[in-house]
C-alpha cells in the first residue's frame, strides 16, 4: 500500500512569493493534516481537511490556507512569503479524523526562501 | 489544554543496553497518546499509540512504551538499542476538541557501536 506522497521534495522562493505544497493520502483516507517542522521550533500544527472542509486550523496567519480535492488529496498554500516561512511542511492522513485514528506522515517539502 | 513534554533533548545509549526516551503529558481528558521516529531528512514514521487497555504497548522495530496514569508519563522503552535506532524521537498526543496531534520538542537518540 502507498503512503503518503508530498511534491515537491524541494521548493526554493523569494520573499513576497507564493508557495504551493501538494499531498496525495494513503487511499481510503479522507482526513489531511498539514504541519511546519521549523528549525528549533518542534512541529506545529498548521490545517486539517476533512471530506473537503476545512475542520481546524493552527495558530498561523490567514497567508497560510489550503484546501481539499475530492479525491481527498490536499494543496497547501503560502501568500506573501517571509523569511521564517523556511521549513519542512509535514502532511498526514487519517483514516476519518476523529475516534482514536494515526495520523501516517508523508516524507515532507523543505521550502526554502531567500 | 494539552500539552506534552520532552525533557531530554538528547539521550545517548551504548548499542546492547535497554533504552528509554521519557515523556510526560497533560491532558483534560483521556490520553491518546503515540510515539513517532523521524530519520533524518525523513517524515515521521508511527512507532506506537496508547489509547486504552494495557499499560504496556508494543509498537514497531521492538520499541514498547508504558503508560503511567499516575505520573502522566508515556515514556518509550527498547531492551536492547541498535546503531539503526539513532534518530529523532517525538511524543504527541491528540488533542480531544481538535483532533491535532500535540508534538513534544523531540528528543535525539543516539546509539554509540
Known amino acids: 500500500e502507498a503512503g503518503v506522497t508530498q511534491s515537491p521534495t524541494h521548493l526554493i522562493k523569494t520573499r513576497g512569493q507564493q508557495a504551493t505544497l501538494r499531498c496525495s493520502p494513503i487511499?481510503?483516507?479522507?482526513?489531511v493534516y498539514w504541519y511546519q517542522q521549523a528549525l528549533g521550533l518542534g512541529l506545529q500544527f498548521l490545517l486539517w481537511y476533512d471530506e473537503g472542509e476545512e475542520r481546524n486550523r493552527g495558530n498561523f496567519p490567514p497567508r497560510f490556507s489550503g484546501r481539499q480535492f475530492p479525491n481527498y488529496s490536499s494543496e497547501l498554500n503560502v501568500n506573501a512569503l517571509e523569511l521564517e516561512d523556511s521549513a519542512l511542511y509535514l502532511c498526514?492522513?487519517?483514516?476519518?479524523?476523529?475516534?482514536?485514528?494515526?495520523?501516517?506522515f508523508g516524507p515532507g517539502t523543505r521550502l526554502t526562501v531567500l | 489544554a494539552q500539552s506534552v513534554a520532552q525533557p531530554e533533548d538528547q539521550v545517548n545509549v551504548a548499542e546492547g543496553n535497554p533504552l528509554t526516551v521519557k515523556c510526560t503529558y497533560s491532558v483534560s481528558g483521556n490520553p491518546y497518546l503515540f510515539w513517532y521516529v523521524q530519520y533524518p531528512n525523513r517524515g515521521l514514521q508511527f512507532l506506537l499509540k496508547?489509547?486504552?487497555?494495557?499499560?504496556l504497548v508494543k509498537g514497531s522495530y521492538g520499541f514498547e512504551a508504558e503508560f503511567n496514569k499516575s505520573q502522566t508519563s508515556f515514556h518509550l522503552k527498547k531492551p536492547s538499542a541498535l546503531v539503526s535506532d539513532s534518530a529523532l524521537y517525538f511524543c504527541a498526543v491528540r488533542d480531544e476538541g481538535t483532533y491535532k496531534y500535540i508534538f513534544g520538542t523531540g528528543t535525539r537518540l543516539k546509539v554509540l557501536a
Open positions: 498526514a492522513s487519517s483514516e476519518d479524523g476523529g475516534g482514536t485514528d494515526t495520523q501516517y
Open positions: 487511499s481510503g483516507h479522507t482526513s
Open positions: 496508547y489509547i486504552t487497555g494495557d499499560n
